[in-house]
């Protein structure tokens, strides 16, 4: 398959400054962590008439460590392989250590990408904060599930 050929014809392409409302219109809609989106670090798919439908970052932290992050597929364009493209293109892209956070229920999709969970004593200092915000807010609002923190080796 070609390199920056998605699923359907679809094509993957690095984000550009005027995609910045469309990739936080995305991620709030899908209701992931809004923050850090910096454009330049995304990568998108487009459909056939130049619409973006998926996205997903790698961010780096003060800590050094980076993180697979954003993975958002708009839901009309679910279960048809374009978060997996994205994904693999990242990892691709991004060969060493990558963490990342999701819903506790997800680990076996990145489990299928050599993902593994880890304990508190295993992660980066940032996700060490994140995890302990994530835990506070789930005590407090009594959400069900916790957040998982990742590794690729």
């Not at 991004?94 to 990408?113: A, D, N, V």
Request: hydrophobic share 35%; proline share 7%; net charge positive.
């Amino acid at each position: 398959m070609d390199n920056n050929q998605a699923p359907g014809g679809h094509t993957l392409r690095p984000a550009r400054a005027e995609d910045a409302r469309t990739i936080r219109r995305i991620i709030n809609s899908v209701g992931i962590n809004p923050t850090g989106l910096s454009w330049k670090r995304f990568t998108l798919v487009v459909d056939g008439q130049g619409n973006i439908i998926g996205c997903g970052q790698v961010k780096p932290h003060k800590d050094g460590s980076l993180e697979l992050a954003s993975i958002a597929v708009l839901p009309e364009w679910r279960n048809r392989g374009v978060a997996r493209f994205i994904i693999e293109h990242l990892l691709e892209q991004y060969p060493g250590r990558l963490y990342l956070t999701c819903r506790s229920q997800l680990e076996p999709l990145y489990q299928k990408f050599g993902f593994q969970a880890i304990e508190f004593a295993e992660m980066p200092p940032y996700f060490q904060q994140i995890s302990r915000l994530a835990a506070l807010y789930n005590q407090l609002a009594h959400q069900p599930g916790h957040l998982s923190v990742m590794r690729r080796q």
